[in-house]
């Protein structure tokens, strides 16, 4: 047994809001027993990798992280979870870098691991009160896990073979986490998983939208997002919540394609006409609702017509802000034993012409809130020109930055916004 009286330690998050989640769980974990956060993310004596497998790019960028913490921390401890080593555990084992790795299922165990893996006498680690730990060097949004897993299986997703299938988190232990946070001093809470719409399925008389009602009334959290949501789960009862301004006006809608035959070849569960109906809904019931997406571009099968027809969906809606991921083939998906592959370059072509569309719709969406006034949540600072400068998030998930001197990170301010140079800049009001 090693006598240490201390650890330091980094997590490195990749991926989804899910793993966002699972990092702040292990990062309190950790913290309640006794080992400490790294004042920088570059040296710790423990690096966790929380990683992330949808696309092949992933799986570099995690295979890189670890090599390049390694090489300028040669005595660190690696340990490398999420979905990547979900998938391909013993490729990560194999590596000279990698000191242990866990499941994803493991992940509740990865205190109790480390412990062993470093010979760590817990007697001469002090545990820190968890009721003391007040947001070290977190983010001032909490990522809480609502479900985990996925049973739709979509043609392309590799989610439901390292996630599993669908289990719900019972309502009281969700309640009881946001109340906890909340007493840390977190101001907002985003709700997360594969397929929130089917929260509850295995409970009686429990859905999501029971979940919203309890939150509302059963805990003090000032700020409530949900992550993403299915356009056939959204339905006049369920956006009719959104009356409460605790309830963040941004839904996450994700398209994937406009053409109903890709739909159909993805499996996934609503056509072009149903997503339309669904952000008529959103808007009519949400006001300055911010809508977000998800597309793929070059799946297998994407001719220049149905590519086509998803730019010219996404042009007629003009979301908020699309994430825009060219089609990864993925091993164990039934997408991946499709013949009909897009070449690389016209599936490059057709990510920067999304890309391109995407940031005039952004800049549209910006600026329909020049002059007008909203509440930010104020999350970072830095420094440029002599001037502090803040950066933060307003309830319909816009970026705003100010100039002040004063300390406002993780507070909650009214603030005038004007569009200057491209960006969001606002002056605090109160």
């Not at 990683?51 to 670890?66: E, Q």
């Not at 968890?130 to 049973?151: F, H, W, Y």
């Amino acid at each position: 047994m090693t006598n240490k009286t201390s650890y330091t330690f980094v997590i490195e998050t990749q991926g989804c809001k899910l793993n966002q989640s699972d990092s702040l769980n292990i990062t309190n974990t950790l913290l309640e027993s006794g080992y400490l956060m790294s004042d920088t993310n570059k040296y710790a004596d423990i690096f966790i990798l929380n990683s992330c497998t949808v696309t092949h790019i992933a799986d570099r960028k995690a295979r890189n992280k670890i090599r390049n913490f390694k090489k300028h921390n040669p005595e660190s401890t690696i340990v490398a979870t999420g979905c990547y080593a979900e998938r391909s555990p013993d490729f990560l084992k194999s590596m000279e870098e990698v000191d242990l790795v866990i499941s994803n299922k493991d992940k509740e165990q990865i205190t109790t691991e480390i412990s062993k893996i470093l010979n760590i006498d817990q007697e001469f680690i002090q545990p820190f009160p968890s009721n003391l730990i007040k947001n070290p060097k977190l983010k001032t949004r909490a990522m809480v896990k609502i479900q985990e897993g996925c049973d739709q299986i979509c043609s392309y997703c590799i989610v439901p073979i390292v996630r599993g299938r669908e289990k719900s988190i019972p309502l009281k232990d969700i309640v009881n986490r946001i109340n906890k946070l909340s007493s840390m001093g977190y101001k907002e809470i985003v709700l997360t998983g594969t397929q929130l719409g089917s929260y509850g399925f295995e409970f009686k008389n429990i859905k999501i939208i029971n979940l919203l009602k309890t939150i509302i009334s059963d805990t003090d959290i000032q700020r409530l997002r949900i992550s993403s949501l299915q356009p056939q789960d959204l339905s006049s009862g369920l956006l009719e919540l959104w009356e409460n301004p605790r309830l963040c006006p941004h839904i996450h809608i994700p398209l994937q394609s406009g053409n109903n035959n890709l739909l159909k070849q993805m499996r996934r569960r609503y056509t072009v006409e149903i997503f339309n109906q669904t952000i008529y809904l959103v808007r009519s019931k949400i006001h300055n609702v911010s809508i977000t997406t998800d597309v793929i571009a070059g799946f297998p099968g994407e001719d220049d017509k149905s590519f086509q027809d998803t730019y010219d969906l996404c042009k007629k809606i003009k979301f908020s802000n699309m994430h825009i991921f060219p089609y990864s083939k993925r091993p164990k998906t039934s997408a991946a034993y499709f013949n009909n592959d897009t070449p690389s370059d016209i599936k490059s072509n057709r990510v920067k012409a999304l890309i391109d569309l995407n940031n005039n719709n952004k800049r549209l969406f910006e600026q329909s809130f020049d002059n007008s006034v909203r509440k930010v949540l104020w999350e970072e600072s830095y420094i440029e020109n002599n001037k502090k400068y803040w950066t933060g998030l307003t309830d319909n998930y816009l970026k705003v930055k100010t100039v002040e001197n004063n300390n406002i990170r993780n507070k909650i301010t009214k603030v005038k916004l004007n569009y200057i140079d491209n960006e969001l800049q606002g002056k605090i009001i109160s």
